[in-house]
Nanobody
């Protein structure tokens, strides 16, 4: 069982930056692909970025060039650096873990463990 706890959300003005962090429990962190998703009320949870156990990354088109995902296996953490934020980035952001697989997981159904989410609000 893996427990995930997100932090770093908050209120920021458009054009600003936030850094989300996710701390994972357990001894299997380095074996998981780690992802970030986001969800607005009444909408489906959508993929933002992922990083595999080997360090390969994939970022949604809406976040490319602005968001960067990274991981620290020694600290069991994954981070999402978000720059040039817009009001459209306002969502609840979730950290997720997937057991290692041959493909880079970008679909929420591929993830086995989820955090409780952290709210990001970008004001115009």
């Amino acid at each position: 069982q893996v427990q995930l706890v997100e932090s770093g959300g908050g209120l920021v003005q458009a054009g600003g930056s936030l850094r989300l962090s996710c701390a994972a429990s357990g001894r299997t962190f380095s074996r998981h692909a780690m992802g970030w998703f986001r969800q607005a009320p009444g909408k489906e949870r959508e993929f933002v970025a992922t990083i595999t156990s080997g360090g390969m990354t994939n970022t949604a088109d809406s976040a490319k060039g602005r968001f960067t995902i990274s991981r620290d296996n020694a600290k069991n953490t994954v981070a999402l650096q978000m720059n040039s934020l817009t009001p459209e980035d306002t969502d609840v952001y979730y950290c997720a873990a997937a057991w290692a697989m041959t493909t880079i997981p970008i679909n929420r159904v591929q993830y086995d463990y989820w955090g409780q989410g952290t709210q990001v609000t970008v004001s115009s």
